[in-house]
């Protein structure tokens, strides 16, 4: 079983910024995972926000291209997603999500179902 656990979240101004963490134990070979960050926002489904796998180019939705940037920490098994320049439609409980990588070509995993593991989730709230 793999554990996710996100930090972080909070309040903040329109314009400000946050930094997210996730932190992930458990049975998990971190290199291996895909790692992503989805977003969902009160009556509106979960959405992907961003995603990367160990020394891979990001993939963002384009709402958060310029502004966020994923990242992660090989040694201290953590994602991370900065984000700056925040706006009120940001305003979210924002989740960390896994999936093992198991061949050697594959997509920009963007949806919900393809992802196995999922974190309690973090609330950030931008005022305007």
């Known amino acids: 079983q793999v554990q996710l656990v996100e930090s972080g979240g909070g309040w903040v101004q329109s314009g400000g910024s946050l930094r997210l963490s996730c932190a992930a134990s458990?049975?998990?070979?971190?290199?291996?995972?895909?790692m992503a960050w989805f977003r969902q926002a009160p009556g509106k489904e979960r959405e992907f926000v961003a995603a990367?796998?160990?020394?891979?180019?990001?993939n963002y939705r384009d709402s958060v291209k310029g502004r966020f940037t994923i990242s992660r920490d090989g040694a201290k098994n953590t994602v991370d997603l900065q984000m700056n320049s925040l706006k009120s439609e940001d305003t979210a409980v924002y989740y960390c999500?896994?999936?093992?990588?198991?061949?050697?070509?594959?997509?920009?995993?963007?949806?919900?179902?393809?992802?196995?593991?999922w974190g309690q989730g973090t609330q950030v709230t931008v005022s305007s």
């Open positions: 999500a896994a999936r093992p990588i198991r061949s050697i070509f594959f997509p920009h995993w963007t949806e919900v179902s393809d992802y196995d593991y």
């Open positions: 458990g049975r998990i070979f971190f290199d291996s995972y895909y």
């Open positions: 990367m796998k160990s020394g891979g180019t990001p």
